[in-house]
């Protein structure tokens, strides 16, 4: 220790205040030095914070992107399956014409295949009603060519397919007096009687007599016979 005298002595003083000065500059240092290691494990410590923060920010940022690119992708995706199902539905609508369209065309190509069956099978009639009405027509001439030589009978065509048979000589009380009736030709080519004047009450047994037989002469002879008994009953010879 020391003592008063010491402390007095310019020498003592001088080497004190050197060994306080040592003791200064090494605490100095020391201090610095823990400072420098301090500031750099906190620059270091605030280095790695910071590059947590942006890898945080980074990845955050990132996970930001993902989710809008995950959204616009869902929203494209909604976006095309509509569009995909408008496509299909317009192509349904499509299909539906075009076999709505198929079916009506078949349809009409039915109908037209049906309209030349029929208009062939028409034709055939008509050609063969023309035949049977010719036929009939001779029968008619050859008959009306007898008749008229001796019976005196004429032959009218009347509204087309009608034919009025006119008789003459049947009463002999009044051989000018004339005897008629009227004949139609059907479409399928058979007569039809339609009246007689004076009015015949066997005409409709006539008439059935002729479509059963189809014997035009026999059924004019049968007619002028009807036509004198009724004569001779009105004059009651």
């Known amino acids: 220790m020391m003592t008063m005298a010491s402390i007095k002595d310019p020498h003592v003083v001088d080497s004190f205040r050197v060994a306080m000065e040592e003791v200064y500059s090494r605490l100095l240092v020391q201090t610095s030095g823990e400072i420098s290691e301090a500031a750099v494990e906190l620059g270091l410590s605030h280095r790695l914070s910071m590059k947590s923060a942006a890898d945080t920010c980074s990845k955050k940022c990132e996970d930001d992107k993902l989710f809008e690119t995950i959204q616009t992708n869902k929203q494209d995706l909604a976006k095309k399956t509509l569009l995909m199902k408008e496509k299909r ?6 299909l539906v014409e075009m076999e709505q369209k198929q ?41 009306k060519q007898v008749f008229q030589e001796r019976l005196g009978l004429e032959i009218r065509r009347i509204h087309g397919q009608k034919l009025q048979f006119v008789f003459q ?10 005897y008629t009736f009227t004949m139609g030709i059907n479409a399928d080519g058979s007569y039809q009687i339609m009246s007689s004047d004076p009015v ?23 007619i002028r016979k009807e036509f004198v008994a009724q004569a001779c009953f009105s004059t009651g010879s």
Not at 202 to 214: E, I, M
């Open 169 to 178: 000589n049947v009463n002999p009380a009044s051989p000018e007096n004339v």
């Open 89 to 94: 539905d317009a192509i349904s609508r499509s």
């Open 200 to 222: 015949l009450e066997s005409l409709g047994d006539l008439d059935k007599r002729l479509k059963q037989t189809n014997n035009i002469s026999a059924f004019l002879a049968n």
């Open 103 to 143: 079916g009506q065309k078949d349809a009409l190509r039915l109908q037209m295949e049906t309209l030349r069956e029929e208009q062939a099978e028409r034709r055939g009639l008509v050609v063969s009603q023309n035949r049977a009405n010719k036929d009939r027509l001779k029968n008619l001439l050859k008959a």
